[in-house]
């Protein structure tokens, strides 16, 4: 088992975002995301009416797994990307942050005779995540629970901590267990996992490492703006399974190669900040709006990502920014057409 030896930090701010860096891409961290929605759903009916409303194929699910699955709009526009993972006696959902409401009112809008009962969770439980290449060995030597064969979106109870769930989520594109407890045991696990020397990142941190991986995230490259092929969700698309909402539309784009816009990730030099929302432009035209934007102070380096038109997503193509009024010349480093 790997070791849980703290990893030491000064004051200084640059040695503090440096070791939670070296923690997130190296070892493992703690981050909150308790913002994250969580759905507890059951009902003889429910993979059923989930099946029916989403991208991917729920029907082989059993208890311990889990899946990635996308709720479109019958215009097949994203509404959210779900973690959906089958517990005993219920499904978990996992949705975008303060998105569980709408994503209940969805259901509950579809559903007419099903057995399906939805209950938003979210305010009784709190969710931390341990994030890096080895969070498997802190969940393992933390809460007792051996996840060396489990699967992304893969879960199941905490055997040490009463009312606990563990989901394998991967979500800023590195191994990552979402850890699910009532707020009575909040304390409990965060102090477990400090006392294993594991420390916790912030938010930029985070979001740095997401950007790096073109991780999209809820809010900013899903949403109703973006259809799922857009926004790089291939992998949770079924082309085989029966109809969903917005089915016919996501078949369409996919079929005849109709996807208009790519995600791409993007670089540039320079200290420029280049703000979510800026126009992207190529010979004067607009083809593309950056969706998120981090930069790494130490190493000096820029990555954001941004929806681009598929005439100017290749690798290596040059494009103007607006900030404020100036050009930032940009460079789309990788697309997700070209994603391993």
Request: overall charge negative; some cysteine; proline content about 3%.
């Amino acid at each position: 088992m790997a070791s849980t030896e703290a990893i030491s930090t000064s004051p200084g701010p640059d040695d503090a975002a440096s070791n939670q860096r070296r923690a997130l891409t190296e070892d493992a961290a703690i981050v909150d995301r308790s913002e994250i929605g969580r759905l507890a759903i059951s009902g003889a009916d429910t993979i059923d009416l989930l099946d029916r409303l989403s991208t991917n194929d729920l029907r082989g699910l059993t208890v311990g797994r889990g899946i990635g699955t996308v709720l479109t709009t019958n215009k097949g526009r994203v509404i959210d990307l779900l973690t959906v993972v089958q517990l005993d006696g219920r499904l978990l959902a996992l949705t975008g942050p303060g998105n569980q409401s709408k994503v209940a009112e969805w259901m509950d809008f579809y559903t007419f005779t099903e057995d399906v009962s939805v209950m938003d969770i979210t305010p009784d439980t709190a969710m931390m995540s341990v994030v890096g290449p080895k969070s498997g060995d802190i969940v393992e030597a933390v809460f007792g629970l051996d996840v060396r064969g489990w699967q992304r979106f893969d879960g199941a109870p905490c055997p040490t901590v009463d009312g606990c769930t563990i989901v394998r989520t991967d979500f800023a594109g590195v191994l990552a267990f979402d850890v699910i407890v009532h707020h009575s045991a909040e304390s409990e696990v965060r102090d477990r996992l400090e006392s294993n020397g594991v420390l916790s990142a912030n938010a930029e941190a985070l979001e740095l490492l997401r950007i790096e991986n073109m991780a999209p995230a809820f809010g900013a490259e899903l949403t109703e703006n973006h259809n799922p092929l857009e926004a790089g969700l291939l992998e949770y698309i079924s082309f085989n399974k029966g109809c969903y909402i917005g089915q016919e539309v996501v078949a369409r784009l996919n079929a005849y190669d109709k996807v208009q816009r790519h995600l791409v990730s993007l670089t540039w030099s320079g200290d420029a900040t280049l703000p979510s929302g800026s126009t992207l432009s190529a010979d004067g035209q607009s083809v593309g709006v950056v969706t998120s934007s981090s930069s790494d102070d130490a190493s000096r380096s820029h990555v954001a990502l941004a929806l681009v038109r598929r005439s100017h997503s290749d690798t290596g193509t040059a494009l103007a920014a607006d900030v404020d009024g100036s050009a930032i010349e940009v460079v789309v480093a990788r697309s997700s057409e070209d994603r391993d």
